[in-house]
């Protein structure tokens, strides 16, 4: 009988065990590969993202949660936010942005008098974007930091991406070089970002519980031919 107990005793800590190491492996597998969390930190994406009590904070704010599968099965699109390693970094470090995806490949981009315009692969024109997720300090101030990076043409595979905080963000304007260096003059390919390094697309606000909501993709009509 005290045989029988111990087999019993031992059986239940095997299975626990490995219902254990079951849920961990799939724990493991969803991060990895399906989705995963993120710390959003600086101003770069105010008001859209790391707004804390009515106030764009400027460092570790709001946590959201990245879908990492689904630029397998699908291109990243225009006006979703994304999360990126930084270009042109020592690939052994793991540093990421989060940012807006404005133009894909085949867009021409031109940033004029504090409006970006775009002229379409399918288009013979520059039309104004409009972007609603720009506040009033950003609205119609969309500057440029070099004379000569005001237009851009995006290779293939390849995309052109903006912070919605534009007066604090460093992105394709800058090659992503918060320095402002001559790097995006001797080499302009330098301001996109190539859809290998594209991390996922940023899904959900989870942290703080009162912000939680989904994360929308902004669809610009205003492009469609």
């Given at each position: 009988?005290?045989?029988?107990?111990?087999?019993?005793?031992?059986?239940?800590?095997?299975?626990?065990?490995?219902?254990?190491?079951?849920?961990?492996?799939?724990v493991i597998i969803i991060q990895t590969w399906i989705v995963a969390p993120f710390d959003v930190s600086g101003k770069s994406m105010c008001d859209t993202l790391n707004i804390i009590n009515g106030e764009c904070v400027n460092d570790y704010g709001?946590?959201?949660?990245?879908?990492?599968?689904l630029y397998l099965f699908k291109e990243p699109q225009r006006g979703e936010i994304v999360v990126f390693k930084i270009p042109?970094?020592?690939?052994?470090?793991?540093?990421?942005?989060?940012?807006?995806?404005?133009?894909?490949?085949?867009?021409?981009?031109?940033?004029?008098?504090?409006?970006?315009?775009?002229?379409?692969?399918?288009?013979s024109e520059f039309i104004k974007l409009e972007e609603p997720y720009l506040n009033?300090?950003?609205?119609?101030?969309?500057k440029v930091y070099f004379e000569y990076n005001t237009e851009w043409e995006v290779p293939e595979d390849h995309y052109f991406l903006l912070g919605d905080n534009r007066n604090y963000s460093t992105d394709s304007r800058t090659c992503f070089d918060g320095t402002q260096t001559m790097s995006c003059k001797t080499d302009k390919n330098r301001a996109f970002v190539h859809?290998?390094?594209?991390?996922?697309?940023?899904?959900?606000?989870?942290?703080?519980?009162?912000?939680m909501r989904t994360i929308k993709t902004t669809e610009y009509s205003e492009l469609d031919n």
């Amino acid at each position: 009988m005290k045989n029988t107990k111990t087999k019993k005793a031992i059986y239940w800590i095997l299975d626990l065990a490995l219902n254990v190491v079951v849920i961990f492996g799939i724990v493991i597998i969803i991060q990895t590969w399906i989705v995963a969390p993120f710390d959003v930190s600086g101003k770069s994406m105010c008001d859209t993202l790391n707004i804390i009590n009515g106030e764009c904070v400027n460092d570790y704010g709001e946590k959201i949660i990245i879908n990492e599968v689904l630029y397998l099965f699908k291109e990243p699109q225009r006006g979703e936010i994304v999360v990126f390693k930084i270009p042109h970094e020592n690939k052994s470090e793991e540093k990421y942005f989060i940012k807006r995806i404005i133009g894909v490949a085949g867009d021409k981009i031109k940033i004029e008098n504090g409006e970006v315009f775009i002229q379409t692969k399918n288009s013979s024109e520059f039309i104004k974007l409009e972007e609603p997720y720009l506040n009033q300090y950003n609205k119609s101030n969309t500057k440029v930091y070099f004379e000569y990076n005001t237009e851009w043409e995006v290779p293939e595979d390849h995309y052109f991406l903006l912070g919605d905080n534009r007066n604090y963000s460093t992105d394709s304007r800058t090659c992503f070089d918060g320095t402002q260096t001559m790097s995006c003059k001797t080499d302009k390919n330098r301001a996109f970002v190539h859809k290998d390094i594209i991390r996922g697309k940023a899904s959900i606000v989870w942290w703080p519980f009162k912000n939680m909501r989904t994360i929308k993709t902004t669809e610009y009509s205003e492009l469609d031919n």
